[in-house]
């Protein structure tokens, strides 16, 4: 491959990046926007209240861990500050790595019970 070519496909391969940080800022600052205007400014873990400067280190966490889940009402979000939204992620893959059931990762198993089965038997004695 010559040098030419793999200048071309380095730029492209720039301007497809740039353009996915760019859609990834502004999916991010919407629904943080929304979540700022919803709920108090105060981390949902260790309570400290932010305000002003210190306002960038509050962030959106997503309950269900389903970045897309974006409720309008804000009922998927919590703000955590920096530090405890670190922690939250770390301590949920300390527990995958347990084999223990990660929050959020819970899938229902089928019901196995049946409510009729045995009525075939109960009508049979009324007849």
């Not at 793999?6 to 991010?28: F, K, M, P, V």
């Not at 409720?71 to 922690?87: K, Q, T």
Request: charged residues 30%; contains cysteine.
């Amino acid at each position: 491959m010559s040098a030419k070519t793999t200048r071309s496909n380095d730029g492209e391969l720039e301007h497809i990046l740039a353009e996915a940080r760019q859609l990834r800022l502004r999916r991010g600052n919407v629904y943080r926007d929304q979540a700022l205007k919803i709920l108090p400014w105060i981390c949902a873990w260790c309570g400290r209240e932010f305000s002003g400067k210190k306002l960038h280190e509050l962030t959106v966490h997503h309950k269900d861990r389903n970045h897309n889940n974006n409720p309008a009402d804000g009922s998927n979000w919590e703000l955590l500050c920096l530090y405890c939204h670190d922690s939250e992620h770390s301590r949920s893959l300390e527990q995958a790595d347990d084999g223990q059931p990660v929050p959020g990762d819970e899938t229902d198993a089928p019901s196995t019970y049946k409510a009729f089965a045995d009525l075939k038997f109960l009508m049979k004695d009324q007849k």
